[in-house]
């Protein structure tokens, strides 16, 4: 990779500043932990264990060709259970209540068990990519 395409502890605290009221901020709390991109689409609500601050990783979602493919994780040694950071742990609460709440509005449930849906919305961050910033969370940097 080259110069700068990594971000720094302090660019990542930012841009978790900066999503902080965004519908998906748990997602992006969770992939800068060093999770797959897939892997976080693949997170169902009964994969994570708000009280106990964990989560299991036992699949993966992926677009292909505007269709979702939910398939075992990438390699054997995905699957795992982690814990989840306090500052993570709180930003992905605060997205399950505002699931919550969409569920009570609309009168019905969004996709069950699912922690998002196909239906949300990109978010563009200037810097490095964020395939990027995965590698050097799982890089321990």
Known sequence: MAEGEIWTPEQMTAF????????LAGCFALALLGLRR??????RWSDLDLDAGELRIRQARVDVNGHNVVDDPKKARSVRDLPIPPRELAMVKAMRTSHLRERM????????GRSHSRSDRRVT???????????????GG
């Open 16 to 23: 978790l500043d900066s999503v902080a009221d965004q519908r």
């Open 38 to 43: 897939e892997e976080v689409g693949g997170l």
């Open 105 to 112: 509005a609309v009168g019905r449930p969004l996709a069950e």
């Open 125 to 139: 961050a200037p810097g490095p990519r964020l395939h990027a910033v995965v590698h050097r969370a799982a890089q």
